[in-house]
């Protein structure tokens, strides 16, 4: 499963893994977990009832993959929701759509009996921020900029491969994130997240979105 769904991670992800990560595939027996540590990922091997049922097995792959993926800077506003998104796209390429989609209306439906417009929770400040928000939120994000950018995911970490290399910046911050993803997108999107009640300042990055370039 895992060989299967490497290939189709590198092409949501648009870019390969970063230098000496996923060197190491550890089997866990048990049926609940996961982990990476950035070279190894972990995977409970009877997780989601596998291998009965295979779509859990495919969005732990990936999960785990993507927190190696991201690598050498985790993702600062959407690290856990980001690594599971991109296990329900993979999912949806594998001939799993329908699980995918059905976790993905799940996760997003729990998320706005706490926040029904998505404008409440600050995923950038972190705090008093329901578990269930704190995934979902990032997810619906990137699925309304997929209406305009169907690989948004993609345009995402090209971008940041590019703009937040450790020879240019030291650490990975909210404000970054955002930066990185105007870039992708073409456009500043630090007033849409700030509508959506997440503080991030574009004068706080050095990144240089597509408005201030203008």
């Known amino acids: 499963v895992y060989d299967q769904c490497f290939p189709v991670i590198q092409d949501v992800m648009g870019v390969p893994p970063s230098e000496g990560m996923l060197t190491r595939l550890i089997l866990l027996p048990t049926g609940g977990g ?7 990922i972990g995977l ?22 993507t927190h190696s993926w991201v690598h050498p800077f985790a993702e600062p506003m959407w690290n856990e929701g980001i690594a599971t998104y991109v296990g329900i796209l993979v999912g949806r390429r594998v001939a799993l759509k329908a699980d995918a989609n ?23 400040q972190g705090k008093d921020v329901p578990h269930v928000v704190r995934m979902a939120k990032p997810m619906w994000i990137f699925e309304q900029l997929s209406k305009d950018k169907p690989d ?3 345009r995402y970490f090209q971008a940041k491969r590019r703009l ?5 910046i030291s650490t990975y911050t909210a404000d970054d994130s955002v930066a990185v993803l ?11 997240f700030q509508s959506l009640g997440i503080t991030v300042d574009r004068s706080k ?3 240089v979105s597509p408005k201030a370039r203008k």
């Open 102 to 124: 059905a976790t993905l209306e799940n996760w997003i439906r729990r998320a706005k009996t706490h926040d029904p417009d998505m404008t409440r929770y600050d995923l950038a």
């Open 164 to 168: 937040a290399a450790p020879d240019v």
């Open 44 to 65: 409970a091997a009877w997780w989601g009832n596998f291998p009965e049922k295979r779509y859990g097995m495919v969005e732990l792959i990936s999960h785990e993959s």
């Open 34 to 40: 996961g982990f990476s540590s950035g070279s190894s």
């Open 182 to 192: 105007s870039n992708a997108m073409g456009r500043d999107l630090f007033p849409w």
């Open 152 to 154: 948004i995911v993609a």
């Open 205 to 207: 990055t050095a990144i």
